[in-house]
């Protein structure tokens, strides 16, 4: 009788329970992960660009259908939504986009007709020590014995762009500079110049990598004719470009930078201030050349990086508005796709850029970039400082801010950005390689069609 009366007792009990948990707990919880997500979204400047049309209460299932992202905590996915219905085979894919590179590149370009450049043109000699420039510098990461190919680079760039505006230079170098490099590099221009060594903390490879691991990793890249698999320096170079440069002493007083390289070639006369067009128009990221890289590199960078965003509050850090669908495009090089774990691979040529450092400095930059450190790939992989730049800007910056310099005329062999702009020479327009055999490694239709601004689409017409 007892028995039965406290079986009673707790199966109301347990009613009661119940009944509170799926009446109250269970919409207080779905509510507050409700108003997470609301919040999230209406916080982020990024929303707040987007407008309107993004409804907040769809956030979970139907901007996963329609925008090909889902944003949760421990659930961050994306996928790739095709929308411009690519199909057929990857040659078949290829050839179209080709033809939509090649429809681009004929239109006649000038210059960015999105801020007004008057007070962007060049100084009079005279006046130039007057000119206000942007908080900017022009850096370059060399080696003493490279002395005569950034000369090279540096003589073009000067009659290009920086004769007109005298940026100052920041020579960066895990080995102290020669006496002689200095001498040179002061002969080549009469912009200021800055000589910096690397603290090893930001350049040596960080002691808890597994030596035996990266050996045995270093051996197998190597075996697949990997470039540089197995050059020490060349992972400590690409570490250092990924998620520290930024943080050397003598660069915190910048915000932008324009990187140049050994042996890299400038086309265009330059009639505007192109880092004060980035301040003034509030980019954060500058590129001219786009293309796929070699899977095995980064054969596990997105899947970490998704690792990453499904660690506790990370998922917040996602820009709603970034460039996810160009990341994630699998139809002119689907292999390369796969082998990097739904990446397409596509980053944005990094022997060229011009950036915003606070944006690398940000919160969410570098908590992921701390991340990808410690899990030892920059050794265990060869994961390059292109790819980590363009996952991190596609991911936190909002697309609308990353810009290709389509007017600008460059290369770094055996790549071109050549525009049909009346201020280039010595630069075929429209053409990508030197080599007809790699127009597949091209990925700037994808840029174009998945996202680029409209801005960068039609401005530059006459
Ligand atoms: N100081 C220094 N600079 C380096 C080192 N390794 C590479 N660099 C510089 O880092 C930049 C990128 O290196 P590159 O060797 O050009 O790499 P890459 O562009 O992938 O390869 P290439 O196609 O051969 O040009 C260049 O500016 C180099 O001068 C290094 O060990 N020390
Ligand atoms: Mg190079």
């Not at 992960?33 to 919040?39: F, L, P, R």
């Not at 769809?58 to 790739?80: C, D, I």
């Not at 960015?112 to 007070?119: A, C, E, G, R, S």
């Not at 290369?411 to 071109?416: I, N, T």
């Given at each position: 009788?007892?028995?039965?009366?406290?079986?009673?007792?707790?199966?109301t009990?347990?009613?009661?329970?119940?009944l509170?948990?799926?009446?109250?707990?269970?919409?207080?919880?779905?509510?507050?992960?409700?108003?997470?997500?609301?919040?999230?979204?209406?916080?982020?400047?990024?929303?707040?660009?987007?407008?309107?049309?993004?409804?907040?209460?769809?956030?979970?299932?139907?901007?996963?259908?329609?925008?090909?992202?889902?944003?949760?905590?421990?659930?961050?996915?994306?996928?790739?939504?095709?929308?411009?219905?690519?199909?057929?085979?990857?040659?078949?894919?290829?050839?179209?986009?080709?033809?939509?590179?090649?429809?681009?590149?004929?239109?006649?370009?000038?210059?960015?007709?999105?801020?007004?450049?008057?007070?962007?043109?060049?100084?009079?000699?005279?006046?130039?020590?007057?000119?206000?420039?942007?908080?900017?510098?022009?850096?370059?990461?060399?080696?003493?014995?490279?002395?005569?190919?950034?000369?090279?680079t540096?003589?073009?760039?000067?009659?290009?762009?920086?004769s007109?505006?005298?940026?100052?230079?920041?020579?960066?170098?895990?080995?102290?500079?020669?006496?002689?490099?200095k001498?040179?590099?002061?002969?080549?221009?009469?912009?200021?110049?800055?000589?910096?060594?690397?603290?090893?903390?930001l350049?040596?490879?960080?002691?808890?990598?597994?030596?035996?691991?990266?050996?045995?990793?270093?051996?197998?890249?190597?075996?697949?004719?990997?470039?540089?698999?197995?050059?020490?320096?060349?992972?400590?170079?690409?570490?250092?470009?990924?998620?520290?440069?930024?943080?050397?002493?003598?660069?915190?007083?910048?915000?932008?930078?324009?990187?140049?390289?050994?042996?890299?070639?400038?086309?265009?006369?330059?009639q505007?201030?192109?880092?004060?067009?980035?301040?003034?128009?509030?980019?954060?990221?500058?590129?001219?050349?786009?293309?796929?890289d070699?899977?095995?590199?980064?054969?596990?960078?997105?899947?970490?990086?998704?690792?990453?965003?499904?660690?506790?509050?990370?998922?917040?850090?996602?820009?709603?508005?970034?460039?996810?669908?160009?990341?994630?495009?699998?139809?002119?090089?689907?292999?390369?796709?796969?082998?990097?774990?739904?990446?397409?691979?596509?980053?944005?040529?990094?022997?060229?850029?011009?950036?915003?450092?606070?944006?690398?400095?940000?919160?969410?930059?570098?908590?992921?970039f701390?991340?990808?450190?410690?899990?030892?790939?920059?050794?265990?992989?060869?994961?390059?400082?292109?790819?980590?730049?363009?996952?991190?800007?596609?991911?936190?910056?909002?697309?609308?801010?990353?810009?290709?310099?389509?007017?600008?005329?460059?290369?770094?062999?055996?790549?071109?950005?050549?525009?049909?702009?009346?201020?280039?020479?010595?630069?075929?327009?429209?053409?990508?390689?030197?080599?007809?055999?790699?127009?597949?490694?091209?990925?700037?239709?994808?840029?174009?069609?998945?996202?680029?601004?409209?801005?960068?689409?039609?401005?530059?017409?006459?």
């Amino acid at each position: 009788m007892i028995n039965a009366l406290s079986v009673k007792v707790s199966k109301t009990v347990l009613l009661i329970v119940g009944l509170v948990n799926v009446l109250i707990l269970i919409p207080l919880l779905l509510l507050y992960k409700h108003e997470d997500a609301k919040s999230l979204l209406y916080s982020s400047t990024a929303f707040k660009k987007l407008g309107q049309h993004l409804d907040p209460l769809m956030y979970t299932s139907e901007t996963y259908r329609q925008w090909g992202w889902h944003l949760e905590p421990a659930n961050v996915k994306f996928r790739f939504t095709n929308p411009m219905g690519k199909s057929g085979s990857p040659e078949e894919v290829l050839e179209n986009n080709k033809a939509v590179y090649e429809a681009e590149l004929a239109k006649e370009v000038t210059e960015p007709k999105d801020i007004d450049l008057t007070d962007l043109r060049p100084p009079d000699k005279k006046h130039i020590d007057q000119y206000v420039r942007a908080n900017a510098t022009i850096i370059a990461l060399v080696r003493n014995q490279e002395m005569t190919s950034i000369r090279r680079t540096i003589r073009r760039f000067e009659k290009s762009f920086n004769s007109k505006y005298r940026y100052p230079y920041t020579f960066i170098n895990d080995e102290p500079f020669t006496q002689r490099f200095k001498d040179k590099m002061a002969q080549t221009t009469e912009a200021p110049l800055n000589f910096v060594v690397i603290p090893p903390e930001l350049w040596d490879k960080p002691e808890f990598i597994d030596v035996t691991r990266e050996s045995e990793a270093m051996n197998i890249m190597a075996n697949h004719n990997i470039a540089y698999a197995k050059k020490a320096s060349y992972h400590n170079m690409c570490r250092f470009y990924s998620g520290t440069f930024y943080n050397v002493p003598e660069l915190k007083q910048f915000k932008y930078y324009w990187r140049i390289e050994p042996n890299v070639d400038f086309f265009t006369d330059v009639q505007y201030d192109v880092l004060k067009y980035m301040e003034k128009a509030k980019k954060v990221y500058g590129f001219t050349v786009n293309l796929y890289d070699i899977d095995e590199t980064v054969a596990t960078l997105w899947p970490e990086t998704l690792n990453f965003l499904n660690q506790g509050d990370n998922y917040k850090y996602v820009n709603p508005n970034g460039a996810h669908q160009w990341l994630l495009e699998n139809k002119q090089n689907p292999k390369k796709n796969s082998v990097a774990g739904g990446y397409s691979t596509c980053h944005f040529w990094s022997n060229f850029e011009i950036g915003d450092m606070d944006f690398f400095r940000s919160e969410a930059y570098s908590e992921w970039f701390k991340y990808l450190d410690s899990t030892g790939k920059f050794y265990y992989e060869r994961w390059g400082d292109a790819p980590v730049h363009s996952i991190g800007l596609a991911l936190f910056a909002d697309k609308r801010d990353i810009h290709w310099f389509r007017d600008l005329g460059y290369e770094h062999d055996p790549y071109y950005n050549c525009p049909n702009n009346p201020k280039t020479s010595r630069c075929t327009a429209g053409k990508f390689s030197r080599w007809k055999h790699l127009d597949d490694q091209n990925c700037m239709a994808n840029w174009f069609q998945l996202s680029m601004s409209s801005k960068d689409t039609s401005y530059f017409e006459e």
